[in-house]
Nanobody
């Protein structure tokens, strides 16, 4: 059974930093892309950062210059380094990956809470 397990959320004051980690485990043959999304109550889940391959990255405008997504293929992991955090970054952050099992499918982690206080 394929799983995405996240860690690294927590509470921090504005201007602080957090690093989220996500590791894919289980039986799959390849990873096409990995991403981080976030969601606040009452709003749609939004894409924060996406990486395809190692260097092909993109970010939502509100996090450009503050967040960095990196991928480690050696342990099927993706990371999100979040610097200069703002209260509006408060959300549940979800890891996402396109994995090849019998076909290409999209998987989600369980979510990790990030809370930024002013």
């Amino acid at each position: 059974q394929v799983q995405l397990v996240e860690s690294g959320g927590g509470s921090v004051q504005a201007g602080g930093s957090l690093k989220l980690s996500c590791r894919a485990s289980g039986k799959f043959f390849a990873i096409r892309s990995m991403a981080w999304y976030r969601q606040v109550p009452g709003k749609q889940r939004e894409l924060v950062a996406h990486v395809r391959g190692i260097v092909n990255t993109n970010y939502t405008d509100s996090v450009k210059g503050r967040f960095t997504i990196t991928r480690d293929n050696s342990n099927n992991s993706v990371y999100l380094q979040m610097n200069d955090l703002k209260p509006e970054d408060t959300a549940v952050y979800y890891c996402n990956a396109d994995l090849l099992t019998g076909s290409w499918d999209t998987y989600w982690g369980q979510g990790t809470q990030v809370t930024v206080s002013s």
